[in-house]
């Protein structure tokens, strides 16, 4: 079972500290979410598992952190000035302001309902513009970057000379992006402000489509293995008139959401349109020499584009499950144990001084590895609702003959079963259960 309501997960986000309003004592900044102390973890976890993914567990992919504040040129360069604009329509009813494209009826308003209410469209660019420098009026026009993926094109010549890679190698970055979105909405889905996983692979030019292939497979695979169900991700091919000014095919990953399948993330043929229009405008040379064929060329670029902020709402949508224990009904969060916020949960039967000593030490010696909570208040059943509802996978008990026999209960958060470990072997069975 997933989550049929955003609603459902909304809430549980805000009692339970992954996702907050922004500026909420204010009356809330619409559109900005501040990440409490689950979701901050949380996260963190999908943007670790994406760098794990496609970095650590790769000899082809490096990894960079580049500047959110840039010159105009690289957005002259990249497209961005004269291109990233959306079709606005305001209707001349209730005064509300869409995105043309995103309408499901071109002719009906969908806040007030009046037809043909609408004004002609215009283009609306979505970046952020600002001034650096003290004085205002006079500084440098800077923009807050709409996508990562610029750095990389930026950085190429110094990346392929310090990391000693050749084609076919890739330039990844986790990060902030900013868009001035129309309408932005959805929760997370939709925010002026998000975070995003971006690679861009660069390759010989006759591999690009075979590069292509392989990476929307990746991709996709990568949700599921993450605990999303096959049957709630699917890759759709864009059509034609759907295409960025970039690109030359591009697929979707799409994530069956309550309001129906909506993208998770982009996987575009980029072919060498960055690469040149950079070393246009700059006058640098962003090609490859192979030393092999002693050809020089511009390598192609294959592009997974996905957001980190609205994945994470993805999983927490697909791991949301309710069943019934001793004929109570529990909220679980079914995560991933790479993706849950604390992936053990150190639970003394009582707040007894007795007691509190060793479960400090149980707690220790996992936090040395682990995320680990630590809770002693309330009854011992109440306490592991709390944690199957942030989606903890295990709970370890220190009981009264914890003291006597050196051992500790694991309850799991799947299945509720109970078994008795001595301490030594605590970690061995923690690591073991959790798969790392
Ligand atoms: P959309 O069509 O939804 O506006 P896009 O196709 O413009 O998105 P890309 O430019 O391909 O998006 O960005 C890559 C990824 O970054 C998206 O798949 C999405 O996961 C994420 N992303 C883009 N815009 C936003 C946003 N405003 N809020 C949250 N995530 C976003």
Redesign the pocket.
Known sequence: MAATDLEQIVSLCKRRGFVYQSAEIYGGFRSTYDYGPLGSLLLRNVKEAWIRSMVQQRDDVVLIDAAILSPPQVWQASGHLANFSDPLVDCTNCKNRFRLDKLDDPDTCPSCGEKNSFTEAREFNLMFKTQAGPVEGTGADAYLR??TAQGMFTNFAQVLQTSRKKPPFGIAQVGK?F?N?IT?QNW?????E???M?MEFFVPPEDSDKWYEYWCNERLNWYIEHGIPAEMVMLRPHDDDEL?HYSTGTS?VEFEFPWGF?????I?KRTDFDLKAHAAVSGERLDYFDPQTNERYVPYVIEP???A???MAAFLLAAYDEDEINGETRTVLRLHPRLSPYKVAVLPLSKKDTLTPLAHEVRKLLADRYMVDYDETQNIGKRYRRQDEIGTPLAVTVDFDSLDDNAVTIRDRDTTEQVRVPIDELLTTVSERLGF
């Open positions: 709409p996508e992006s868009r979105e932005p997370i889905f939709r925010t002026r998000f975070e995003q971006e960025s979707d909506d993208e998770l993330e982009g575009a584009a996905a957001g902020t609205r994945t």
